[in-house]
């Protein structure tokens, strides 16, 4: 879960008024984890343990509930973010609006496919703590072709600022008759921010368009553009399911659903 303002907690949890939570915490009668809060001081719910007045505070009880969003371009995934025009909660039907949800695994602004989002801190520690190892699956779509020869780099990866960049599969989508293709088809179990688009670059090709069409067994096929869904029990299952190879050519019409 994101980490709020510690006013703000205290406010959502039902306690008193944003104003009066912050005379609270001038007056020293706010403690996080034992030592005295202090104005602004950002918290993590479930993590940290705050206090007022030697009573503990616990996040208003919500459902838990996760939800899977087709997102599209230009929507960033945040629950607040001043330079953004659009968030992916300002997507959301009504009924789902109030609650307070968060992502579960993101995609940048200029990205598209599947989120989820969830009210359920456990769930998003298992989709996104990489010992689980969830694949995630991406189509990705380039400027100029990318020939079949340089695959081990996308899997051997590169070190960019001291961090490893790399996919653990990767195939040609549709090659042609020079082994070259356009479209390929990537797995990851992990995923740093612009991660896909950083390797590529590193590589002197230019990503034109990414999808994230997979998550574990749950795929994107269905989901309109935008398309908000509850997911079930066994659907959350499949998240962590271990996929069906897909076909080695991939679908021609990958970047063309919606």
């Given at each position: 879960?994101?980490?709020?303002?510690?006013?703000?907690?205290?406010?959502?949890?039902?306690?008193?008024?944003?104003?009066?939570?912050?005379a609270l915490i001038t007056a020293g009668e706010v403690y996080?984890?034992?030592?005295?809060?202090?104005?602004?001081?950002?918290?993590?719910?479930?993590?940290?343990?705050?206090?007022?007045?030697?009573?503990?505070?616990?996040?208003?009880?919500?459902?838990?509930?996760?939800?899977?969003?087709?997102?599209?371009?230009?929507?960033?995934?945040?629950?607040?973010?001043?330079?953004?025009?659009?968030?992916?909660?300002?997507?959301?039907?009504?009924?789902?609006?109030?609650?307070?949800?968060?992502?579960?695994?993101?995609?940048?602004?200029?990205?598209?496919?599947?989120?989820?989002?969830?009210?359920?801190?456990?769930?998003?520690?298992?989709?996104?703590?990489?010992?689980?190892?969830?694949?995630?699956?991406?189509?990705?779509?380039?400027?100029?072709?990318?020939?079949?020869?340089?695959?081990?780099?996308?899997?051997?990866?590169?070190?960019?600022?001291?961090?490893?960049?790399?996919?653990?599969?990767?195939?040609?989508?549709?090659?042609?008759?020079?082994?070259?293709?356009?479209?390929?088809?990537?797995?990851?179990?992990?995923?740093?921010?612009?991660?896909?688009?950083?390797?590529?670059?590193?590589?002197?090709?230019?990503?034109?368009?990414?999808?994230?069409?997979?998550?574990?067994?749950?795929?994107?096929?269905?989901?309109?553009?935008?398309?908000?869904?509850?997911?079930?029990?066994?659907e959350i299952a499949s998240l962590f399911a271990v996929p069906?190879?897909?076909?080695?050519?991939?679908?021609?019409h990958a970047f063309d659903e919606n």
């Open positions: 879960m994101e980490p709020v303002r510690i006013q703000k907690f205290i406010a959502e949890a039902g306690l008193c008024s944003r104003r009066a939570a912050e996080v984890n034992g030592q005295p809060a202090t104005l602004g001081q950002k918290i993590e719910a479930g993590v940290d343990k705050v206090s007022v007045r030697g009573k503990a505070v616990k996040a208003q009880a919500q459902p838990k509930l996760a939800l899977v969003m087709h997102k599209p371009r230009g929507v960033v995934c945040s629950n607040s973010d001043p330079h953004a025009d659009h968030t992916i909660f300002d997507l959301l039907p009504r009924e789902w609006a109030r609650l307070r949800l968060f992502c579960a695994g993101r995609l940048d602004k200029d990205s598209e496919g599947l989120v989820i989002l969830t009210s359920d801190g456990d769930l998003a520690h298992k989709l996104m703590h990489p010992s689980n190892l969830v694949v995630k699956r991406y189509y990705v779509s380039l400027k100029e072709p990318f020939p079949q020869s340089r695959l081990r780099q996308l899997m051997r990866g590169v070190v960019i600022e001291g961090e490893q960049l790399k996919v653990e599969r990767a195939h040609l989508v549709n090659p042609k008759a020079d082994h070259a293709s356009t479209e390929l088809d990537v797995h990851m179990h992990h995923g740093k921010k612009r991660e896909i688009r950083q390797l590529f670059t590193a590589l002197g090709f230019e990503v034109r368009r990414l999808r994230r069409y997979q998550i574990g067994a749950l795929r994107l096929k269905g989901i309109p553009l935008r398309g908000v869904k509850q997911l079930s029990t066994k069906r190879p897909p076909p080695r050519d991939g679908p021609a």
